[in-house]
């Protein structure tokens, strides 16, 4: 090829005679000749080599490259403004529970789900760090919601659980006037599990709002989302320090003990003095990998007291779903903080959102047997040794407004799958089959 030429031209030995003068043949120019005379030869040329086609197309297209890149650029720039407002868009609103109006003489003769505290602390004498609704809700007692709730119990039953160490809160509130309530064994204290964060959840707002904790919100975000949003126990670990101003560690004797102790349990004192009675939420759940603990050591031990007998956190089932009542009803700490901590709770059921997540609250618990166009939040709890959950549960065309708190105590109810949305369906449907409920 001529290319290979042009790169490295071969000089000639010595000059080579020609044999003749060279006639042309007619009166047609050589195409290498033109009337002004010869063309040099491109490998002598006195100018220079001239440029070739191949480097004259290199140099268009490149700038053809470059107005399709820019044109590119353009369009991913155009694209990314035009969607700022679908990519900054907040999930929908977590839905309110209207307020429950005021009822009549009569209707108060029903037995309220929780019993005001007998001793609650004066105002005088309350701790500073206290929550702030003092005053428990007072729904009705219903027969029908009761038989809803014993036919849950069967459910659990039938599938060969043991039901002593079983507990569900039921709550209508799909009716404004009147809110109702039933339970199987709703005011016996239970271990939460993880449905304890939910308290500290609530405890970490107020902490905020009051000045206790100084640092911004916002340097917790990832820690609270990762707390209710997939139950971390390392985020809670963290949390529930800030709170209490304490910090895991070795052993504590005498004054310095006491100090510790008098810190970490104001989380109980926190609720108590708001008619929570007898609820103790100041030991953390384990395993906490940051700290490298499978279980308690050091003061958390001590915390605990004895070995054979030690203290755990209980709850009732009332408690978390006058919790979850309280802040759906925009009342606890403040109304902007309820709206955050529902936002925090809010669940989606599409299974295409939570299949694939080893660390999903769904699979197992209230949610997984729901139908997947509804608004659903809760916090679950799960152990080797148990299963609980609180949620809120409302349909789009609100006929069914409630809230189901189920904690099980037990081995057994670990190890089942299916006793929980079970429960929840049966309950599911019965409420949405009837509408709105009517004072009985």
């Given at each position: 090829?001529?290319?290979?030429r042009?790169?490295r031209p071969?000089q000639?030995?010595g000059?080579i005679?020609?044999?003749g003068p060279?006639?042309?043949r007619g009166?047609?120019?050589s195409?290498?000749?033109?009337?002004?005379?010869?063309?040099q030869?491109?490998r002598?040329?006195?100018?220079?080599?001239v440029?070739?086609r191949?480097?004259?197309?290199?140099?268009?297209?490149?700038?053809?490259y470059r107005?399709?890149?820019?044109?590119?650029?353009?369009?991913i720039?155009?694209?990314?403004?035009v969607?700022?407002?679908?990519r900054?868009?907040?999930?929908?609103?977590?839905?309110?529970?209207?307020?429950?109006?005021?009822?009549?003489?009569q209707?108060?003769?029903?037995p309220p789900?929780?019993?005001?505290?007998?001793?609650l602390?004066d105002r005088?004498s309350?701790p500073t760090?206290?929550?702030?609704?003092?005053?428990p809700?007072?729904p009705?007692?219903?027969?029908?919601?009761?038989?809803?709730?014993?036919?849950?119990?069967?459910?659990?039953?039938?599938?060969?659980?043991?039901?002593?160490q079983?507990s569900i809160?039921?709550?209508?509130v799909s009716?404004?006037?009147?809110?109702?309530?039933?339970g199987?064994q709703n005011?016996t204290?239970?271990?939460?599990a993880?449905?304890?964060k939910?308290?500290w959840?609530?405890?970490?707002?107020?902490?905020i709002?009051?000045g206790?904790?100084?640092?911004k919100?916002?340097?917790?975000?990832d820690?609270l989302e990762?707390?209710?949003?997939v139950?971390?126990?390392?985020?809670?670990?963290?949390?529930?320090?800030?709170?209490?101003d304490t910090?895991?560690?070795?052993?504590?004797?005498?004054?310095?003990?006491q100090t510790?102790?008098k810190?970490?349990t104001q989380i109980n004192t926190?609720?108590q003095?708001a008619?929570y009675?007898?609820?103790?939420?100041?030991?953390?759940?384990?395993p906490?990998?940051?700290?490298r603990?499978?279980?308690?050591i050091?003061?958390?031990?001590?915390?605990?007291?004895?070995?054979?007998?030690?203290?755990?956190?209980q709850?009732?089932?009332?408690?978390?779903?006058r919790?979850?009542?309280e802040i759906?009803?925009?009342?606890?700490?403040?109304s902007?903080?309820?709206?955050?901590?529902a936002?925090?709770?809010?669940?989606?059921?599409?299974?295409k959102?939570?299949?694939?997540?080893p660390?999903?609250?769904?699979?197992?618990?209230?949610?997984?047997?729901?139908?997947?166009?509804?608004?659903f939040g809760?916090?679950?709890?799960?152990t080797s040794?148990?299963?609980?959950?609180?949620?809120?549960?409302r349909t789009?065309?609100?006929?069914?407004i409630?809230?189901?708190?189920v904690?099980?105590?037990?081995?057994?109810?670990a190890?089942?799958?299916?006793?929980?949305?079970?429960?929840?369906?049966?309950?599911?449907?019965?409420?949405?089959?009837r509408?709105?409920s009517?004072?009985q």
């Amino acid at each position: 090829m001529q290319v290979e030429r042009r790169r490295r031209p071969i000089q000639p030995r010595g000059p080579i005679q020609p044999r003749g003068p060279i006639r042309p043949r007619g009166p047609v120019q050589s195409r290498r000749h033109s009337s002004e005379g010869p063309v040099q030869s491109r490998r002598h040329s006195s100018e220079g080599p001239v440029q070739s086609r191949r480097r004259v197309r290199t140099k268009f297209s490149r700038l053809k490259y470059r107005n399709i890149l820019c044109l590119i650029a353009g369009a991913i720039a155009i694209g990314w403004i035009v969607t700022i407002p679908f990519r900054i868009r907040r999930p929908p609103e977590p839905p309110v529970i209207l307020a429950q109006q005021p009822v009549s003489p009569q209707e108060t003769l029903s037995p309220p789900t929780i019993e005001p505290s007998e001793n609650l602390a004066d105002r005088q004498s309350e701790p500073t760090f206290s929550y702030n609704i003092k005053t428990p809700p007072n729904p009705v007692y219903s027969q029908e919601l009761q038989e809803i709730v014993d036919e849950s119990v069967k459910i659990a039953s039938s599938k060969g659980l043991p039901t002593e160490q079983l507990s569900i809160t039921l709550f209508d509130v799909s009716n404004s006037k009147t809110h109702t309530f039933a339970g199987y064994q709703n005011q016996t204290l239970r271990f939460p599990a993880s449905v304890a964060k939910l308290f500290w959840m609530a405890a970490f707002y107020s902490a905020i709002e009051k000045g206790i904790i100084t640092q911004k919100e916002s340097a917790f975000k990832d820690d609270l989302e990762q707390m209710i949003g997939v139950s971390n126990n390392d985020a809670a670990s963290r949390l529930l320090d800030k709170i209490t101003d304490t910090k895991s560690g070795g052993r504590l004797a005498g004054e310095e003990l006491q100090t510790w102790l008098k810190k970490r349990t104001q989380i109980n004192t926190f609720f108590q003095s708001a008619g929570y009675n007898d609820i103790r939420i100041s030991t953390k759940n384990y395993p906490i990998y940051y700290l490298r603990q499978e279980g308690p050591i050091g003061r958390d031990l001590q915390l605990r007291g004895d070995a054979s007998q030690p203290i755990r956190n209980q709850v009732t089932t009332d408690q978390a779903a006058r919790l979850i009542y309280e802040i759906y009803t925009r009342q606890a700490v403040s109304s902007v903080a309820s709206r955050k901590m529902a936002y925090l709770l809010t669940r989606d059921l599409d299974p295409k959102a939570w299949k694939k997540d080893p660390s999903n609250s769904i699979q197992g618990f209230l949610g997984e047997s729901l139908p997947t166009n509804i608004y659903f939040g809760s916090k679950v709890g799960y152990t080797s040794k148990s299963r609980s959950e609180a949620a809120f549960v409302r349909t789009l065309d609100d006929r069914a407004i409630y809230i189901l708190v189920v904690f099980a105590d037990d081995p057994a109810y670990a190890k089942d799958e299916t006793a929980f949305p079970a429960i929840s369906r049966y309950v599911f449907d019965r409420l949405n089959a009837r509408g709105p409920s009517i004072l009985q």
